[in-house]
């Protein structure tokens, strides 16, 4: 069990850019989830994924925003022509079936 | 909706002091409870929970009980250690949805940064 991992930790982009954030879940979790977190906030959830169906998404997650998890394993989520608001914190969690939840260590955005 | 209000930090106490942080929440329905604990430089893990009303969750030492009466869900501990020094949320799950019952579509409170100084 090596932990629920996020690539990359850092990144730093201009304005208007694309990005794509990896998670790689704990083997065999079922369940995937994306939270954001802004400086002195908890997370906010923005979507969830049983295997390779996305389930639920959050009306924080606009247009821009997509999340995709391919054959149920690792998941992206990538910010297309991002905006300085999109500087957050994001982070990864998974589960087996709705259990307990294991968090990556996030990937810290910056929109210059 | 669902929302969650924590004592507002930082807290800063001496090795061996009390803690409370206080936590209320709003949902519909019959939320289950969370505390989770992140320490610097680390992921957000899960500190204890409690999934019914009276409920008392507890680990490593710290304690919450399940109050249904009064929305709240008060995170203790009766000797703190330097070692306890992280940022604390409290946590509500939304147990509805498309996946049924899950633990994991969380509302979060803004989080209490605690120090403990020896």
């Given at each position: 069990?090596?932990?629920?991992?996020?690539?990359?930790?850092?990144?730093?982009?201009?304005?208007?850019?694309?990005?794509?954030?990896?998670?790689?879940?704990?083997?065999?979790?079922?369940?995937?989830?994306?939270?954001r977190?802004?400086?002195?906030?908890?997370?906010?959830?923005?979507?969830y994924?049983?295997?390779?169906?996305?389930?639920?998404?959050?009306?924080?997650?606009?247009?821009?925003?997509?999340?995709?998890?391919?054959?149920?394993?690792?998941?992206?989520?990538?910010?297309q022509?991002?905006?300085?608001?999109?500087?957050?914190?994001?982070l990864?969690?998974?589960?087996?079936?709705?259990?307990?939840?294991?968090?990556?260590?996030?990937?810290?955005?910056?929109?210059? | 909706?669902?929302?969650?209000?924590?004592?507002?930090?930082?807290?800063?106490?001496s090795?061996?002091?009390?803690?409370?942080?206080?936590?209320?929440?709003?949902?519909?329905g019959y939320?289950?409870?969370?505390w989770?604990?992140?320490?610097?430089?680390?992921g957000?893990?899960?500190?204890?929970?409690?999934?019914?009303?009276?409920?008392?969750?507890?680990?490593?030492g710290?304690?919450?009980?399940?109050?249904?009466?009064?929305?709240?869900?008060?995170?203790?501990?009766g000797?703190?250690?330097?070692?306890?020094?992280?940022v604390?949320?409290?946590?509500?799950?939304d147990?509805?949805?498309?996946?049924?019952?899950?633990?994991?579509?969380?509302?979060?409170?803004?989080?209490?940064?605690?120090?403990?100084h020896?």
């Amino acid at each position: 069990d090596t932990g629920v991992s996020q690539d990359p930790r850092h990144k730093i982009t201009k304005r208007g850019q694309n990005v794509t954030f990896r998670c790689d879940p704990i083997s065999e979790h079922n369940r995937l989830y994306w939270y954001r977190q802004t400086l002195g906030q908890g997370p906010e959830f923005l979507t969830y994924f049983q295997n390779e169906a996305q389930l639920e998404k959050s009306r924080l997650l606009s247009d821009r925003f997509s999340a995709e998890r391919p054959k149920g394993s690792f998941s992206t989520l990538e910010i297309q022509r991002t905006e300085q608001g999109d500087s957050a914190m994001y982070l990864c969690a998974s589960s087996f079936r709705g259990g307990k939840l294991f968090f990556g260590s996030g990937t810290q955005l910056s929109v210059l | 909706g669902n929302s969650v209000t924590q004592m507002e930090g930082p807290v800063t106490l001496s090795e061996e002091a009390f803690l409370t942080i206080n936590c209320t929440y709003t949902a519909t329905g019959y939320p289950s409870l969370f505390w989770y604990v992140q320490y610097p430089g680390e992921g957000l893990q899960l500190l204890l929970k409690a999934t019914k009303a009276d409920d008392k969750g507890s680990n490593k030492g710290f304690e919450a009980t399940y109050r249904k009466e009064t929305t709240s869900f008060h995170l203790e501990k009766g000797s703190v250690q330097v070692s306890d020094s992280a940022v604390y949320f409290c946590a509500l799950s939304d147990q509805g949805g498309a996946g049924g019952t899950s633990y994991g579509k969380l509302t979060f409170g803004q989080g209490t940064i605690l120090t403990v100084h020896p």
